[in-house]
């Protein structure tokens, strides 16, 4: 199971850290994705990351302004979000990928486990 947390209420410019956290069994030998969804809109891919870390890739969107990082000890994928846009305001959720350990995906439909979200709000 995992859970997404650390979302809140910023303002544009400012900063937040996503924590996707597993239990009950380990994720670290799997792809890790965030995805968000604002109100009225589709599920869109944020950033994926590999198992071991060393492979990322971002939406065009997101890229620059957020980094996808995890923890595999600490079972934890983690969401760096810089330079927060109000467009950025949504739900954001994890999932893992248990098909595609070095990649990941960027379609949500590929992904097998999903976490509840967490709402990030950026006020302009």
């Known amino acids: 199971q995992l859970q997404a947390y650390g979302g809140g209420l910023v303002q544009a410019g400012d900063s937040l850290r996503l924590s996707c956290a597993a239990s009950?069994?380990?994720?670290?030998?799997?792809?890790v994705g965030w995805f968000r969804q604002a109100p009225g809109k589709e599920r869109e891919f944020v950033a994926a990351?590999?198992?071991?870390?060393?492979?990322?890739y971002y939406a065009d969107s997101v890229k620059g302004r957020f980094t996808i990082s995890r923890h595999n000890i600490k079972n934890t994928v983690y969401l760096q979000m810089n330079s927060l846009k109000p467009e950025d305001t949504a739900v954001y959720y994890c999932?893992?990928?248990?098909?595609?350990?070095?990649?990941?995906?960027?379609?949500?439909?590929?992904?097998?486990?999903w976490g509840q979200g967490t709402q990030v709000t950026v006020s302009s």
């Open positions: 999932a893992a990928d248990l098909d595609r350990p070095y990649s990941g995906s960027s379609y949500s439909y590929e992904y097998d486990y």
């Open positions: 990351i590999s198992w071991s870390g060393g492979t990322t």
């Open positions: 009950g069994r380990t994720f670290s030998s799997h792809a």
